[in-house]
């Protein structure tokens, strides 16, 4: 398991107090990232700050993206909360004993052919 990662690496995680790391951990097993884990922050300027950050990331790659004033607003009174996103296809394989992930997702890329 990793823990605690530098606050420099941007992500929705909340700052941990007094240190420069956020509230964040990944598990992995035998190697692979099974799951993604995080305190959301609560902080509404951190949140529109993040999404700023990743728009000029996008207008610079010359993808357009437009932010939504509202969903910023929403984290105006946001309650604690954590969130935590499994790799079910990492999970199965590792469980299977399988090393290559296309043996356990439903459509691996290059399975059908591209238009």
Request: a negative charge; one cysteine or more; hydrophobic letters at 40%.
């Amino acid at each position: 398991m990793l823990d605690e990662y530098p606050r420099g690496i941007e992500c929705l995680a909340k700052d941990i107090p007094g240190k420069p790391y956020k509230e964040r951990w990944e598990l992995y097993v035998k190697g692979i990232e099974i799951a993604n884990c995080f305190t959301e922050t609560g902080d509404s300027e951190a949140v529109k700050r993040y999404f700023a950050s990743q728009a000029m990331k996008k207008t610079l790659s010359l993808v357009p993206h437009r932010i939504d004033p509202d969903y910023s607003a929403v984290f105006e009174n946001f309650p604690p909360c954590s969130g935590v996103a499994i790799g079910f296809d990492r999970l199965a394989m590792v469980l299977l004993g399988l090393d290559d992930i296309r043996d356990v997702i439903t459509f691996p890329f290059g399975s059908f052919p591209l238009p």
